[in-house]
């Protein structure tokens, strides 16, 4: 980055009133956008979820239909082993050569594609994703479809905004877009679809991007009601509005086993995906393996087979039996742990649900009667919220799965809980230790940028040294010492008689000048014809910041915006300034308010720094 200051336009800032939000017009070409994009995602959620079924039909019961249906009734007796090993034989082949990013359950991969890939997705991979994902949870796969359609949804959005002259901010909302659109269609969800882009896809809350994704969910959850049906994908029996404290300190209870769940199930995928590592044989040909043990787990238990949704639904009515939920808990669980450390492709929600669910059936062995399939809603909310670290996507997925709003307050306990849970346990989620593994960083805390709130008079030097236009070079040869200067400073202002900025000069060619010879009665001004690059003294700092990396400056001068008079100067130095302050608000522990009893003696407030 270079320290000088070079001629630039004087009125490079931004003009207009700060308010709370930098949205501009743009946000209109984008949202209309984002509905077309709705449209195409909900058409795109039918079409996958009619290859599931054409593929199921063909895997398990050699028929031609696109009807859904459960793995678990196939009568193909030990040849249904088989079955999920071919199905992973075709996706690793499609993997290893058509596209690896294939792999995987499909929200890390939309995640990579926003952070590192400019929002930009293959052609290609909006083909073979849903085909992929089809083929294996078709074939007794033990995923959700949910993954790949946010990922294709994702893809086509994508693929639209790469058409038009878009920024990269812009792309990254029509991807979200689409990948939040698909969700929505997928489970007549839009809002807990919208919430799942902020605390996942979007990384900011800004209305440029989260308006555009909420027409888009809107678009594709009326979309869905004429293609798919309405809502709620799950009906449940009615629950009471009011729990009492023995039920909230069982959703309590209920938070912390949810934790405790999510962080064994995020373990056991990633346990399983070392294991896989260390194989001796091309990652080609370990999906084919983790469908061995999806084939070995469905003879043992065939309701671990498929995405599960009748499961889940009768889980939720309160009439499976404990043999059910054993199966689940234990067959279930490991053979989607292990297929998902193989590297298939498949989702993790409904998995999720239906392991939740589970949790949920055992807790109202112990826990106060609150009707049929409370438990396991709760449950079902609580995994979600702790395993993908998104609690108010789980709660209100909940809610919009059964349409059962007297579950919020409990859920809004036991989700939290678990969501804290797995907070402390561990340093990364299910979603974001992928990318970890590849070599990335995510951090998912969202916090108001100090530079937002402190201004450039708050941070600017007021001791500085300026030079006057008219003063000639032979004055300043006679006045100027080097050391004179104020310390750091390294650029100074050229100012006229009404003290405003008309140029700068760096402390080096102000050196190169004074050490040359020049006609009598030249002045500095007339040498240095620069129109400087300024801050603004009543301007944010997060508007400097951006000059400065725009510009490829590190300092420069400060002018009021009334007068145009110059008040100081700014630097690269002084902007560290506020990210200080918010590291003396975290770190330093102090008493504010003492209670003094009568006869007592007033001690010293004492400071200390955390540790």
């Keep these: 980055m270079k320290s000088e200051n070079l001629s630039q336009p004087l009125h490079d800032h931004d003009t207009g009133e700060l308010g709370d939000f930098t949205a501009t017009t743009r946000l209109i070409p984008v949202s209309l956008l984002a509905i077309v994009i709705g449209v195409v995602s909900s058409f795109v959620a039918l079409a996958l979820l009619k290859l599931i079924g054409l593929f199921t039909n063909l895997f398990y019961f050699q028929r031609w239909s696109t009807a859904l249906v459960s793995p678990a009734d196939n009568r193909m007796g030990i040849f249904a082993v088989f079955v999920p090993v071919a199905g992973a034989l075709v996706i690793g082949v499609m993997a290893r050569y058509g596209s690896e990013r294939i792999r995987g359950h499909g929200i890390p991969e939309a995640i990579e594609s926003i952070l590192l890939y400019g929002s930009r997705v293959q052609p290609r991979l909006a083909i073979l994703k849903p085909l992929s994902s089809a083929i294996s949870i078709g074939s007794g796969g033990p995923f959700g479809a949910e993954g790949p359609i946010i990922m294709t949804g994702g893809a086509f959005g994508s693929l639209i905004a790469q058409l038009f002259y878009l920024t990269g901010a812009e792309r990254k909302t029509l991807l979200v ?28 809350w800004k ?119 054993t199966g689940i808990l234990l067959v279930k669980s490991f053979i989607w742990a292990f297929a998902l450390g193989s590297g298939t492709s498949g989702g993790v929600l409904a998995p999720l649900l239906m392991v939740g669910g589970a949790v949920g059936g055992v807790e109202a062995l112990f826990l106060p009667a609150e009707g049929a399939g409370f438990w396991p809603l709760i449950g079902m909310g609580a995994i979600l919220g702790g395993t993908m670290r998104c609690p108010f996507t789980g709660i209100v997925f909940a809610i919009e799965l059964t349409h059962d709003f007297n579950a919020l307050l409990p859920l809004l306990v036991a989700s939290t809980i678990a969501y804290g849970v797995t907070v402390l346990l561990m340093k990364r989620s299910i979603l974001t230790e992928k990318l970890s593994r590849r070599g990335y960083h995510l951090s998912r805390e969202y916090s108001l940028d100090p530079l937002e709130i402190l201004f450039s008079r708050e941070v600017m030097r007021t001791n500085v040294l300026a030079f006057h236009a008219a003063e000639t070079v032979q004055d300043l040869t006679r006045s100027y010492r080097a050391e004179s200067s104020p310390r750091g400073q390294h650029l100074y202002p050229i100012v006229d008689a009404e003290n405003k900025v008309t140029g700068v000069i760096t402390r080096r060619d102000l050196l190169a000048i004074l050490s040359r010879s020049h006609p009598k009665g030249a002045t500095i001004g007339s040498l240095v014809r620069r129109i400087p690059v300024v801050a603004y003294s009543s301007e944010p700092l997060r508007l400097v910041v951006n000059r400065m990396a725009e510009k490829g400056f590190t300092r420069m001068p400060v002018v009021d915006p009334e007068s145009g008079k110059l008040a100081g100067m700014i630097s690269l130095d002084d902007l560290l300034i506020g990210r200080a302050k918010v590291l003396t608000e975290e770190r330093t522990r102090e008493r504010v308010l003492r209670i003094q009893f009568p006869g007592s003696q007033p001690g010293s407030q004492k400071t200390e720094p955390a540790a």
């Design 177 to 204: 877009a689409g990948a939040a659109a698909g969700m929505a269609a997928t489970f007549a969800a839009p809002l807990s679809a919208v919430l799942l882009a902020v605390e996942l896809l979007l990384f900011e």
């Design 207 to 325: 209305p440029r991007s989260m308006i555009p994704v909420a027409l888009a969910c809107a678009t594709a959850g009326a979309v869905r009601r004429y293609i798919l049906g309405f809502g709620p994908l799950f009906p449940v029996p009615a629950h009471p509005i009011f729990i009492g404290p023995q039920g909230l300190a069982g959703c309590v209870v209920a938070g912390l086993l949810a934790g405790l769940f999510s962080a064994l199930l995020t373990k056991a995928v990633y346990a399983a995906e070392d294991g896989f590592q260390k194989l001796p044989i091309h990652w080609m040909w370990w999906p084919a393996i983790g469908g061995l043990g999806v084939g070995i787990g469905g003879l043992i238990f065939p309701q671990a087979l498929g995405v599960g949704y009748s499961t889940i639904g009768a889980l939720l009515q309160g009439n499976v039996a404990y043999t059910t939920i």
